[in-house]
């Protein structure tokens, strides 16, 4: 059977037209510009050093300083602030640290209940932390949305407000939404770029030194050697997201997947009238391939998601940012949301890699008999997450015994991704039998449910 999306499909010549003018930059980083910060000249010494200017790497420095302002912090940063996946994700800033409930207790189901409270703590300081930042946060929750009549029965597992369809498309009005569940508290929006712009002002305000254009090349005990000079430390966070890790040791736990988004012009008086959408939340479909969409300050739509793509080799590489079929898709799905924005452009097209790994969920380390520490796998839900990340490592480089530290899902590591050709092989596979299920109204080959039954299916 078709999807939603095939069954309402717009005609080519309008896909071809919506993209037509649009360029291959990120808005949210060309909307937000910032301060810059000279690169490492020669060799230094200090305190903490923590590789990566994303939010995991700044929140770690940040919160560094204000628990012990006399702490000398130096980050070092490859390119510039935000400039890979902090900067170029769709803004949902999510109190769950577990990837949704069925992730979440089917791993850990003995702490779930605490972890639900420890995210939506992590939320609600986050909250306070950006409070006099300009970051355009706004709590606004998520409303998840059934797009096929077998989804409606899915959506009885969501906590939140049941809306029926004229109750959905009262909030958002799609001819593609049939029911949805809107969880007000438990996820804001934020303006990705502005939020890692502002981190690192925060962060250098309270004395941290941050170093871009600055690549580290190893790690020799706790020294960082870059191609700018070397950095020695007596306390090392390593926060690299999807590029490589500087310890060989993680290096097979996570892999970079490709997410791809469009960004419209500023919509209309007329074409906002058309969609409703004031509340302004988030909002993504049920299917196993999910798309996310979320409104702007300045009256745009960010729209994503779908295709996720993994190239042979776990390489990041900016040519796989151009994908015209992926976009010409996304334009053709958007424009079978919302079909009376048919006269709509967008503006911006790009993509970024998403370090994904096999828990779906960050995991923590330390190494080097306690003076390094690491966080990686966010697996796209790192806004929010990030912080708490920060705080682990903090904690495990101080040699504090805390509740965080004390969690089964921060001292189990995933289970790794094998070698090559076997990764793509199962990339491939798994793709297909999600993609089968989306044809299928939801049901799970035998492969897929295999892969469920080992913990390494995506089930959220």
């Not at 995991?56 to 012990?68: H, N, S």
């Not at 076997?422 to 039998?433: F, I, Y």
Request: proline share 5%; aromatic share 8%.
């Amino acid at each position: 059977m078709r999807t939603a999306y095939e069954r309402h499909a717009p005609a080519a010549a309008l896909v071809e037209r919506s993209l037509a003018t649009s360029v291959p930059r990120v808005f949210w980083i060309e909307d937000a510009p910032g301060a810059s910060y000279e690169p490492l000249a020669g060799d230094i010494t200090a305190d903490l050093v923590v590789v990566g200017a994303g939010y995991c790497g700044l929140w770690t420095a940040l919160l560094a300083k204000r628990e012990e302002p006399s702490l000398d912090v130096v980050v070092v940063e490859a390119g510039s602030v935000g400039w890979a996946a902090s900067g170029r994700n769709g803004g949902f800033c999510e109190a769950s640290l577990t990837h949704g409930e069925g992730n979440g207790r089917s791993r850990w189901p003995g702490e779930y209940d605490d972890l639900v409270r420890l995210g939506r703590e992590n939320l609600d300081g986050l909250e306070r932390d950006v409070a006099g930042l300009d970051v355009d946060f706004a709590r606004v929750g998520e409303l998840d949305v059934a797009t096929e009549e077998h989804q409606l029965a899915w959506l009885d597992e969501l906590d939140g407000e049941r809306l029926d369809t004229a109750a959905v498309r009262a909030e958002i009005d799609s001819p593609l939404f049939l029911g949805g569940v809107w969880d007000r508290e438990d996820c804001a929006l934020v303006h990705p770029a502005k939020l890692a712009r502002e981190l690192a002002r925060a962060a250098t305000e309270a004395g941290v030194r941050i170093h871009e254009q600055t690549r580290a090349l190893a790690l020799e005990g706790t020294t960082v050697r870059t191609d700018r000079g070397v950095v020695r430390a007596e306390r090392v966070a390593l926060a690299t997201n999807a590029f490589p890790s500087l310890l060989r040791r993680t290096r097979l736990l996570t892999i970079p997947v490709y997410d791809y988004v469009l960004m419209t012009e500023p919509l209309t008086t007329e074409q906002r009238a058309a969609i409703g959408w004031r509340h302004g939340q988030g909002f993504g479909d049920l299917a196993n391939q999910f798309h996310y969409s979320r409104p702007t300050a300045d009256g745009r739509i960010l729209y994503g998601g779908y295709d996720a793509v993994y190239h042979p080799g776990r390489r990041v590489r900016s040519g796989y940012e151009d994908r015209p079929e992926t976009y010409r898709r996304l334009a053709s799905h958007f424009l079978a949301t919302f079909p009376q924005l048919e006269d709509v452009r967008f503006s911006h097209r790009w993509a970024g890699a998403i370090d994904t790994c096999t828990q779906f969920v960050a995991f923590h380390g330390l190494a080097r008999d306690g003076r390094v520490a690491y966080a990686a796998g966010f697996t796209g839900l790192g806004v929010g997450a990030t912080r708490f990340a920060a705080q682990v490592m903090l904690d495990r480089l101080a040699g504090r015994d805390t509740e965080r530290t004390r969690l089964t899902m921060v001292r189990r590591h995933p289970l790794p991704f094998p070698p090559e050709p076997l990764t793509s092989l199962g990339v491939t596979v798994m793709r297909r039998g999600l993609d089968r299920a989306d044809h299928r109204e939801g049901r799970r080959g035998p492969v897929i449910h295999a892969l469920d039954a080992l913990g390494l299916g995506f089930d959220s």
